[in-house]
């Protein structure tokens, strides 16, 4: 059974970069890293989602290394907006696609 | 907007009552994902439907039952409500028959209260 673990909570001021690092020590080798983020009484929103190495898009990257077994997100200059809690998410092929949010890590800029 | 819909918005209830929510998806999106989100609990995946069939199971109470129909929008029919059941409920849609790969986009939820 695929599970993330991801630090419960991370403070940050605005315009600073922040990282938040998932481990996934039993990824599957066909499973992908998705990373969603919510606001309070809000749905998750898809962030980004990589396989290896470094994805980027306009939002944020995603650091991958070669053993798969962890993830860094990284939010480039955060601001106000940017606090939310941040979810990790690798599928389960193992027990037919069920997917596992895990606790989230909850990121607080401040001014 | 995630182009998923979700009703009601709110919903206050008694315990030993029963309660439906609905979802529709975003269109031509063919599969429909529940959760459930308390202050305690976090995010937890409930119940998968693609295209009619259910896909997959996570930690759905038997009190709790799920069912997507033809025109693909999908109900969770909660019954006997507890205190606990007091949480956020989210739908969320995606193209695919729920590969990790897929994103999926979530509805604005419905808040229960049980009272």
């Known amino acids: 059974l695929a599970k993330t673990t991801q630090p419960i909570s991370m403070d940050s001021y605005e315009g600073q970069e922040v990282n938040i690092t998932c481990s996934h020590n039993?990824?599957?080798?066909?499973?992908?890293i998705t990373w969603y983020q919510q606001f309070p009484s809000q749905g998750p929103r898809f962030i980004i989602q990589?396989?290896?190495t470094k994805v980027t898009n306009e939002v944020a990257s995603l650091f991958i290394p070669a053993d798969r077994k962890s993830s860094t997100l990284s939010l480039p200059r955060v601001s106000l907006s940017d606090t939310a809690v941040y979810y990790c998410?690798?599928?389960?092929?193992?027990?037919?696609?069920?997917?596992?949010f895990g606790a989230g890590t909850t990121v607080t800029v401040r001014a | 907007d995630s182009g998923v819909t979700q009703t009601p918005k709110h919903l206050i209830t008694a315990t030993g009552q029963r309660v439906t929510l609905r979802c529709s998806p975003r269109?031509?999106?063919?599969?429909v994902y529940w959760y459930q989100q308390s202050l305690d609990q976090g995010l937890q995946f409930l119940i998968h439907?693609?295209?009619?069939?259910?896909?997959a199971k996570g930690n759905i109470l038997e009190r709790f039952s799920a069912q997507q129909f033809p025109d693909l929008h999908s109900e969770l029919n909660l019954s006997s409500l507890e205190l606990g059941d007091s949480a956020l409920y989210f739908c969320?849609?995606?193209?695919?028959?729920?590969?990790?790969?897929?994103?999926?986009?979530f509805g604005p939820g419905t808040r229960l209260t049980v009272l």
């Open positions: 969320a849609s995606s193209t695919l028959p729920g590969e990790v790969t897929d994103t999926q986009y």
């Open positions: 039993n990824i599957a080798t066909n499973d992908y």
């Open positions: 990589g396989y290896k």
């Open positions: 998410l690798v599928g389960d092929r193992s027990n037919d696609y069920k997917l596992s």
């Open positions: 269109s031509g999106d063919l599969s």
């Open positions: 439907y693609y295209n009619g069939e259910e896909r």
